[in-house]
T-cell receptor
Framework: SQKIEQNSEALNIQEGKTATLTCNYTNYSPAYLQWYRQDPGRGPVFLLLIRENEKEKRKERLKVTFDTTLKQSLFHITASQPADSATYLCATEDGYGNKLVFGAGTILRVKS | NAGVTQTPKFQVLKTGQSMTLQCAQDMNHNSMYWYRQDPGMGLRLIYYSASEGTTDKGEVPNGYNVSRLNKREFSLRLESAAPSQTSVYFC?????????????FGPGTRLTVT
């Protein structure tokens, strides 16, 4: 089955800078990758989906890329703000059907 | 729209006790899921229900049972709780969107088994 790896170390950045988080998948190339945001004590919230034939997708200050050669997705937050501090989870399809497999998430801390 | 709701929010059980976690969604989604989340391990799928009347095991089903009561409700039962089941439990439902399955999560139930 598919496995998702995310950097377990927290990412600390200064307000206004661009945050870049990495997601690697280990097996077959999935049809899509998703990114979720999770705040402490709350459930994950869907942010973006990128399909394998899309190299890049944007939504406001968010940008996601999908590199099938590197088996990797990068998640960028430009002009980061302290309110962007959260855990960000990467997910993709797990085999057939409508199941997802999630990475353990990367904590982002944006300092003012 | 309340989205996905879960009860209770917190629960403490003694080893061997049983309980049922309740989940409901008002978005008319066909598929529903139960996950557990432990530090450093991410979300792991316990059981899911692709549609009303069907349930299937996920990655970590041992010690749990589920019931898809109707299209809205999907419950998770611990028959004999063990300390290893101390975790945060999330229910989710899904809709196919943009070529993939976007999941909507509930607020979670924090369970401690002593």
């Amino acid at each position: 089955s598919q496995k998702i790896e995310q950097n377990s170390e927290a990412l600390n950045i200064q307000e206004g800078k661009t945050a870049t988080l990495t997601c690697n998948y280990t097996n077959y190339s999935p049809a899509y990758l998703q990114w979720y945001r999770q705040d402490p004590g709350r459930g994950p919230v869907f942010l973006l989906l990128i399909r394998e034939n899309e190299k890049e997708k944007r939504k406001e200050r968010l940008k996601v890329t999908f590199d099938t050669t590197l088996k990797q997705s990068l998640f960028h937050i430009t002009a980061s703000q302290p309110a962007d501090s959260a855990t960000y989870l990467c997910a993709t399809e797990d085999g057939y059907g409508n199941k997802l497999v999630f990475g353990a998430g990367t904590i982002l801390r944006v300092k003012s | 729209n309340a989205g996905v709701t879960q009860t209770p929010k917190f629960q403490v059980l003694k080893t061997g006790q049983s309980m049922t976690l309740q989940c409901a969604q008002d978005m008319n989604h066909n598929s529903m899921y139960w996950y557990r989340q432990d530090p450093g391990m991410g979300l792991r799928l316990i059981y899911y229900s692709a549609s009303e009347g069907t349930t299937d095991k996920g990655e970590v089903p041992n010690g749990y049972n589920v019931s898809r009561l109707n299209k809205r409700e999907f419950s998770l039962r611990l028959e004999s709780a063990a300390p290893s089941q101390t975790s945060v439990y999330f229910c989710a439902s899904t809709v196919r969107e943009g070529g993939g399955y976007e999941q909507y999560f509930g607020p979670g139930t924090r369970l401690t088994v002593t």
